[in-house]
């Protein structure tokens, strides 16, 4: 474009700028006496239609593209503020205070839509160059900094969703902070953030998080659905279903199964699954409650069929082919017990008694137990009475150890050295042998407690009937391993063995079996009648008692006519 008087180029600063020479506005005054520029004549604008904007290159003439916002960004804040000052005195008086005012543009156009813009410099506009309505001015070409690279915009890219009229992202979906991290986010990095576009690395993040987020929802919705499916099944399997069982009488495969002491039905059930002999729980119960002896199943081991039916398992523990148990009956002895123990192994005649004989101190027997060198079988008496697995392939130390646990517990129920010092006994050991003497000699509940009482009158230093002597064919016969009452007088007489009552004052030196917990009971509770002798009249299970010697006699006379003496 070319001004009016003024060739391009001719005039390569105007001397009012304000940044012109050394003195910036000082250097005005000096030329206060001047002609305005421009030769001279006014200038005069045309307002046209507006162009692309710029302005001309004081330096070699040429146009460039002037980007308003830009050339702000880089002008001098200090001197824009400087400029501000002066502009307020050329509108209270002038800029130097002469009277000398720049020219002042006419009016927009009304109908001119861009008449307010900013104009190209030296286009058909309002020109206020050199005058202080100039903004901003412009730099000296010494000055003039390049402009910055316009950066480029952020390559947009639409979301796979609809994020709605704010093109927000849910903070659901983007899992977490939402406005809050924004806001607290330095600017800086929110630029640098801005510039990654929705093709940045973010971005990806954000939709792997979206993917997340939407799997979550499936998978919980699945879940429930295939919840409520499940629970209903086994609630149409528990109501209506007959509950899962095996067909038939099991494999060839045998199996031994132990069943505690006061295992119920379900218990049972539940080993019996465990061990691969019926399918269900519920397929057992139901046939163990349905069988009129079912409740006859008692603990001990047993000796089953894998893949067995429910009905068929029932049957098979009430037979007793099929029962691995040793079972230890109130007063049994030892002997008898460790012979039962063998047969059930498989072992030799002898295995399980040398056992004892050798281990019994490895067994668990109570520290009072095994107390003088006469006993004859330190584990007489804690054999307890009960059922007991024995299947083969079992150690017969593991069985007795069993046995020997049992005893514990049940005599650990009682303070037995404080009842046998009320009991005018010596030990615990004591309380236990009487027990065992009981069980022998007795033969009903009732008889039990006056047969105690019978043992402590005789064992009194007061006794003058039997002089301490207990008089006992049980315990003969224990020492004897036999079961006999018919004993002569001269056989009797003439052992003098520790267990021999007969010939020995006070108790024998151990247990001669391994008494109920009805007689130990009695034992700990006797009559107090006056009882001191008893005969069994009719030489198997009734027993009679008498206070007197001769009451005795008559007793023993009843006794003789039964037998046939």
Same mark, same amino acid.
């Given at each position: 474009?070319?001004?009016?008087?003024?060739?391009?180029?001719?005039?390569?600063?105007?001397?009012?700028?304000?940044?012109?020479?050394?003195?910036?506005?000082?250097?005005?005054?000096?030329?206060?006496?001047?002609?305005?520029?421009?030769?001279?004549?006014?200038?005069h604008h045309y307002p046209q239609q507006p162009q692309q904007p710029g302005y001309g290159d004081w330096g070699n003439g040429q146009a460039q593209q002037y980007d308003p916002q830009q050339y702000q960004q880089s002008y001098d804040q200090q001197q824009y503020q400087q400029y501000q000052g002066q502009q307020q005195a050329y509108h209270e008086g002038g800029w130097d205070g002469t009277g000398t005012h720049a020219h002042v543009p006419y009016a927009a156009d009304p109908g001119d839509p861009y008449g307010q813009q900013p104009a190209a410099y030296g286009a058909e506009q309002p020109d206020f160059y050199g005058t202080p309505d100039a903004y901003p001015p412009p730099e000296p070409p010494a000055r003039r900094r390049p402009e910055p690279e316009p950066e480029p915009e952020a390559e947009q890219q639409q979301p796979d969703w609809d994020p709605g009229p704010d093109q927000g992202e849910h903070a659901f979906f983007a899992g977490g902070g939402g406005d809050d991290e924004d806001d607290d986010e330095p600017e800086g990095r929110g630029d640098r953030r801005g510039r990654g576009g929705?093709?940045?690395?973010?971005?990806?993040?954000?939709?792997?998080?979206?993917?997340?987020?939407?799997?979550?929802?499936?998978?919980?919705?699945?879940?429930?659905?295939?919840?409520?499916?499940?629970?209903?099944?086994?609630?149409?399997?528990?109501?209506?279903?007959?509950?899962?069982?095996?067909?038939?009488?099991?494999?060839?495969?045998? =199996?031994?199964? +132990?069943?505690?002491?006061? @295992?119920?039905?379900?218990?049972?059930?539940?080993? *019996? %699954? !465990?061990?691969?002999?019926?399918?269900?729980?519920?397929?057992?119960?139901?046939?163990?409650?349905?069988?009129?002896?079912?409740?006859?199943?008692?603990?001990?081991?047993?000796?089953?069929?894998?893949?067995?039916?429910?009905?068929?398992?029932?049957?098979?523990?009430?037979?007793?082919?099929?029962?691995?148990?040793?079972?230890?009956?109130?007063?049994?002895?030892?002997?008898?017990?460790?012979?039962?123990?063998?047969?059930?192994?498989?072992?030799?005649?002898?295995?399980?008694?040398?056992?004892?004989?050798?281990?019994?101190?490895?067994?668990?027997?109570?520290?009072?137990?095994?107390?003088?060198?006469?006993?004859?079988?330190?584990?007489?008496?804690?054999?307890?009475?009960?059922?007991?697995?024995?299947?083969?392939?079992?150690?017969?130390?593991? =069985?007795?150890? +069993?046995?020997?646990?049992? @005893?514990?517990?049940?005599?650990?129920?009682?303070? *037995? %050295? !404080?009842?046998?010092?009320?009991?005018?006994?010596?030990?615990?050991?004591?309380?236990?042998?009487?027990?065992?003497?009981?069980?022998?000699?007795?033969?009903?509940?009732?008889?039990?407690?006056?047969?105690?009482?019978?043992?402590?009158?005789?064992?009194?230093?007061?006794?003058?009937?039997?002089?301490?002597?207990?008089?006992?064919?049980?315990?003969?016969?224990?020492?004897?391993?036999?079961?006999?009452?018919?004993?002569?007088?001269?056989?009797?007489?003439?052992?003098?063995?520790?267990?021999?009552?007969?010939?020995?004052?006070?108790?024998?030196?151990?247990?001669?079996?391994?008494?109920?917990?009805?007689?130990?009971?009695?034992?700990?509770?006797?009559?107090?009648?006056?009882?001191?002798?008893?005969?069994?009249?009719?030489?198997?299970?009734?027993?009679?008692?008498?206070?007197?010697?001769?009451?005795?006699?008559?007793?023993?006379?009843?006794?003789?006519?039964?037998?046939?003496?």
């Amino acid at each position: 474009m070319t001004e009016y008087g003024r060739s391009p180029g001719s005039e390569p600063w105007h001397p009012e700028d304000p940044l012109y020479g050394d003195g910036g506005w000082e250097g005005q005054q000096a030329h206060a006496g001047q002609q305005p520029a421009y030769g001279g004549q006014p200038q005069h604008h045309y307002p046209q239609q507006p162009q692309q904007p710029g302005y001309g290159d004081w330096g070699n003439g040429q146009a460039q593209q002037y980007d308003p916002q830009q050339y702000q960004q880089s002008y001098d804040q200090q001197q824009y503020q400087q400029y501000q000052g002066q502009q307020q005195a050329y509108h209270e008086g002038g800029w130097d205070g002469t009277g000398t005012h720049a020219h002042v543009p006419y009016a927009a156009d009304p109908g001119d839509p861009y008449g307010q813009q900013p104009a190209a410099y030296g286009a058909e506009q309002p020109d206020f160059y050199g005058t202080p309505d100039a903004y901003p001015p412009p730099e000296p070409p010494a000055r003039r900094r390049p402009e910055p690279e316009p950066e480029p915009e952020a390559e947009q890219q639409q979301p796979d969703w609809d994020p709605g009229p704010d093109q927000g992202e849910h903070a659901f979906f983007a899992g977490g902070g939402g406005d809050d991290e924004d806001d607290d986010e330095p600017e800086g990095r929110g630029d640098r953030r801005g510039r990654g576009g929705k093709g940045s690395k973010g971005d990806k993040g954000k939709k792997r998080r979206n993917g997340c987020a939407c799997l979550v929802v499936v998978l919980v919705f699945g879940g429930g659905i295939g919840g409520v499916g499940y629970y209903g099944y086994q609630f149409y399997q528990n109501r209506y279903a007959a509950p899962p069982d095996y067909a038939g009488d099991g494999t060839s495969e045998n =199996v031994n199964v +132990e069943v505690p002491k006061g @295992a119920d039905g379900s218990e049972i059930g539940r080993r *019996l %699954k !465990a061990a691969g002999v019926v399918k269900s729980v519920d397929a057992f119960v139901s046939a163990f409650t349905s069988n009129p002896e079912g409740a006859q199943i008692q603990a001990g081991a047993y000796i089953l069929k894998k893949e067995m039916s429910a009905q068929s398992a029932v049957e098979m523990m009430l037979d007793p082919k099929s029962q691995a148990n040793v079972m230890v009956t109130p007063g049994q002895r030892n002997i008898q017990v460790y012979k039962a123990i063998d047969a059930k192994l498989g072992l030799s005649s002898g295995t399980t008694r040398g056992v004892a004989e050798k281990d019994y101190k490895t067994l668990g027997l109570p520290s009072w137990a095994n107390n003088n060198g006469d006993i004859k079988d330190p584990l007489e008496g804690f054999l307890y009475p009960g059922t007991y697995a024995a299947a083969k392939g079992m150690k017969p130390a593991a =069985v007795l150890k +069993e046995m020997v646990q049992r @005893a514990n517990e049940a005599y650990g129920e009682y303070d *037995l %050295k !404080a009842k046998a010092e009320a009991l005018d006994l010596e030990n615990p050991l004591q309380v236990i042998t009487v027990a065992s003497l009981v069980q022998a000699e007795g033969k009903t509940d009732d008889d039990y407690r006056k047969m105690a009482e019978v043992v402590y009158n005789r064992l009194k230093s007061t006794n003058t009937e039997t002089n301490q002597l207990l008089q006992f064919d049980s315990t003969f016969n224990y020492l004897k391993n036999e079961s006999n009452i018919h004993i002569s007088e001269s056989e009797i007489n003439s052992n003098k063995d520790p267990y021999n009552t007969y010939t020995q004052k006070g108790l024998p030196p151990g247990p001669i079996g391994n008494p109920g917990a009805d007689a130990l009971k009695a034992t700990l509770n006797p009559t107090s009648d006056g009882w001191i002798y008893f005969v069994a009249t009719d030489g198997e299970s009734k027993t009679e008692f008498a206070k007197t010697y001769a009451e005795f006699e008559r007793l023993r006379d009843k006794f003789n006519e039964s037998v046939g003496n």
